[in-house]
Each structure stands twice: as C-alpha cells, then as structure tokens.
C-alpha cells in the first residue's frame, strides 16, 4: 500500500492504493470514473486511454502508483458546467459514435493530439487514434470528427 | 491488480542496483508495455518491482563531444520517434522506434526495453546492431559495456546478469554522410510485431554495408560488412539477400511459415539496398 497523490481533471486527489493496481483501476474502482474502459487489458484496444501529463497511455499498463504526482485527465473531464467540449460534440456531429465502447479512448487519444497541435495533418490523426480500435463506426466518422474540432478549435471557439 | 509486489521507486542507479541485488525475483520497471503483460498473465510473479523512472540521469537522450550518442534507460521511445535530427542514424532510429505499437505505448515503452525484452522480433535491434551500439549495464559491484552483437543469447535472453540493469544505450560516432534505413513487414499496418525486420546502414565514401535482420533468427542478427564500393544497385542487392538467407533461420508461427518470412526478407533487403543507395539515402 502507498499514498498517492495527483491531479484527476483537474480535481487533487489522495489515496492509498495497493502496489499492484492499475491506473484504471484506479480511476474506475476508486474514483468512479467509468469512461475509460478495459476492453483487453494488454494495451492493444485503446479503450483505457487517458493522458498522464498530456500525453495519451494505455491506463491498463500503467501502475496508479506510477502516476503519484502526476496530472491525468479523462473523458469525464472533457465537460465543462455540464456543457460537451468542442471535441465531443464534433464526434455526435459527425456520427462517430456507434456502441460508443471506444469513443472515450478515441477522445482522448484526440484531445493528447490537439494539445500539441490544433492543425494535424490526416496522417497525424490517423497515427493518434491506430491504438483505439473500433469495431462498429469505422474510421472515416472519427477522423472526420477530429479535423471539425481542431478547425473550430483554431478558428478559437471552445475548448 | 497486477500482482502482490511491492513497487519501488529509487532515485539513484546505486539504490536501484542495491534493490536488484537484494531480491532474487525483482523486476526492474520501465515503461511496462512489455512487463505488465507478463504480470497480468502470471508469466513473472516477482516480489518486488523497481521503477527506474525516477532516476534523473537515466531520462537523459543527448549527443556527447566525440558524437557518441546516449540514451537513458528511462527515454520513451516516442521522444526517439520524434528526435528533431532526421539524417544519419535517426532515419532508422526513428522509423524503427515510430513503427512500434502505437502512441499509448511508445508515450511509456523506453529503447532500452525493447532490448531488455530478448524479443527476436524488437524492432529497434537491428538498427542498433548496424549502428554498432553497446548498453552500459549496472550492477552493485561493477559496470560494464556489452556490445549490443553480444547482447541477445536466444529468444527471450539476454547477456543481462539479474542483478544488472542497462542504464544507457549508446551508439558510437558514425561516418558523415551515413544512410540508414529500417523496412518492417506486419500483417497489418498498426501495431503488430513483425514478420520480417531489416536495418541497413551504409557509409558513401567507405562502401561498407551493414545489414541486419529481426524474426528471422532466435535473436535479431548482423550480417557480415558487405563491401558495396563499385558494386551495382542490383548485385549488391543479390549480395545482401544471399548473405542473409546463409545466416538466418526462421520458423513457422502465429505471424507467418517460414517460407513466407525468407520471401519477404528478400523483398525487404531488395527495397533496403534500393533506399540506402538512392541519391535522397533512405532519408
């Protein structure tokens, strides 16, 4: 068991937590913040993803006693006052949403894009969602829902 | 949960190598990508986990005086993927280091774990073996340099002692003008391991090649130096992929049968020599 503390959307939290459980676990059993999932636990569906610092990780392979003192941001957090970000709405907008299993990884594996660049190239797009895997949509709605963000984004509406 | 260890996070090599010798089962921990899998499936139940994240010097990617290239044990390889520098070694560095798994992974996955692995399909390996790389291995007794050619002993295996951690991956001052390339062939394109991989690296105004080959082999492999000076585009293509069909061995698995994966080496050296002797040199 250890202490931990870091930043949950922006919210500081303190736990003990035992040495073996997973960030995800973490997020989803401690913290009830059920967006990001374990679809295969071995870092290859994407559906865990949430970003440490910025940057997007597999949840599911990472220790949360790995993310004592860091920032992590989830789905949950993409709201504000209740209001869906420009990044959410562009996915209901452009029908990126099916079963919906992978949309809060696929969102943040986007949101870890945009924080560095709010003009990507389709190429960048397609390389920041190649670890979300979706069996339902497809991906021609997701990137299309990634380019109307970072265009509303850089036009410099929302957030 | 991933197991009942107990995770620590020393700030020092020496505390960390202090750790590896007190515990027979301690696992050192780096970016887990591979680990972690091994823990969840029961394959490694170790007793302890010892985080090398922590130690600043182990973060550290920088070019020395003499040009000698170091990376931190503790450098994901997305810091490697995205290196400014886009001449040289880090055309194969960076393809190789881009072409693994995917952003969630190689936000955390490091170069040294690739080859601490012992995977013979580690993407990053036959780069680094034309490259002429060695690691820097700690122990609490000793420190030594292992020559990255005597590296891997079979699959899953390296000359790693268990109470030694590589601290830094190092590749020595390479000729100017260097071209180097890196193919990789997978079932899908994605993260998926390979079927086939090939560095290539070869010095203009010398004519040497060097040419190495991952999945063919227990361990990844170098071939023998190919003197390309005067040689043709074509024969030194028929060259390289007569060498490399002499050294490799491959077997049939999950990912492909072993007559597919000496077709595909042919392919793949025959594209390599194209780029590493084509004016814009693989880059």
Redesign the interface.
Known sequence: M?RITLTVNGHPEMADV?????LL?FLRDRLVLTGAKEGC????C?AC?VL?NG????S????A??ADGCEVQTVEGETEDGKLSVLQQAFIDAGAVQCGFCTPGMIM?AR?LLLQTLDPTDEEIV??V??NLCRCTGYEAIIAAIRSAADTLREGSGS | MLGSFEYRDPRTIAEACRLLAGEDSACLLAGGTDLFIELRAGWQNPELLIDIKGIDALGELRTEEDGTLSIGAAVPLDAIARSPVASGPWVALREAALSIGTQQLRHRATLAGNLCNGSPAADTAPVLLTLGAYVMAASLETSRQIDLANFFTGVKRTALRNDEMICEVRIPPQPPGLRTAFLKQQRVRGHDLAVVNVAGALDPSSGDLRVAIGSCSPTPILLPSINAAGVSPTALSALAIESALDHVSPIDDVRASAGYRKAVLETLIDRLIARLVSPEGGA
């Not at chain 1, 599911?60 to 220790?63: A, D, G, V």
């Open positions: 250890r035992p040495d073996g459980m997973t676990e636990g071995i870092g290859e994407g993803t440490v940057r997007a990780i597999a599911c392979l990472m220790l006693v790995e594996s870890g390389e920041a190649a670890g």
